[in-house]
């Protein structure tokens, strides 16, 4: 069963977490949050995952300035991928 398993670090940015997800498939991880993240929806896609296990997220950056983008970020890659 294709599955993702991410260890975050502290204070863990959007970009970084994209790239964590890049990373696990292998795939480049220059660039942008962007480009990264359709670089991780493409490989999700492509390899027929199942689950995102992301371990540790509360190192996930919650800054009062973050919080809210991170939130999105969750949400949009809760939206794209067909996953648990």
């Not at 069963?1 to 890049?22: D, H, K, V």
Request: hydrophobic share 50%; proline share 4%.
């Amino acid at each position: 069963m294709p599955i993702i398993y991410i260890a975050l670090s502290g204070n863990t940015q959007i970009r970084g977490l994209n790239a964590s997800i890049c990373r696990f498939y292998g795939l480049p991880v220059s660039g942008d949050a962007d480009t990264l993240a359709e670089r991780a929806v493409d490989a999700v896609l492509s390899m027929k995952t199942v689950a995102i296990i992301i371990d540790d997220i509360h190192f996930l950056a919650g800054a009062k300035s973050n919080s809210v983008r991170m939130a999105n970020q969750l949400k949009y890659l809760s939206n794209v991928f067909p996953v648990t």
